[in-house]
């Protein structure tokens, strides 16, 4: 049987690394750093928008250099991130239900990071 190797964007890849797997690979991941991709990886731009937001009253160059290095809207939240959270806040509902299917989420999430990217929100 032929292994082929695929490519994934930064969002699938971090999709992909959220699932769970082996204590040992758990371990060895931990000890990598993480670099958020905010062009590419729409849970890093998230992420970015949050710490630019919640960094503005004290630190507000900081915030703005954010802004202007990764086009964000200041102090409003870019659609892509807005959808987001609405998923989020949607996963989390029917984690709370009684008929939660992990991989079925994961797999809109997938397709969700590909629309968006398309998009280039």
């Not at 990764?70 to 659609?79: E, I, K, N, R």
Request: proline share 5%; hydrophobic share 45%.
């Amino acid at each position: 049987m032929k292994h082929h190797h695929t490519r994934h964007s930064a969002a699938e890849r971090h999709a992909l690394a959220a699932m769970p797997s082996s204590a040992h690979s758990s371990a060895r991941a931990a000890r990598q750093p993480v670099v958020l991709d905010p062009a590419g990886d729409p849970y890093a731009r998230v992420a970015v928008e949050a710490y630019a937001e919640a960094c503005a009253q004290d630190q507000p160059w900081l915030a703005e250099a954010l802004q202007r290095q990764y086009q964000l809207a200041g102090g409003t939240p870019s659609s892509a991130a807005a959808i987001w959270r609405t998923f989020h806040e949607a996963q989390q509902l029917a984690r709370d239900g009684d008929n939660y299917d992990e991989a079925a989420w994961t797999h809109v999430a997938l397709h969700l990071c590909g629309v968006l990217g398309a998009m280039n929100l």
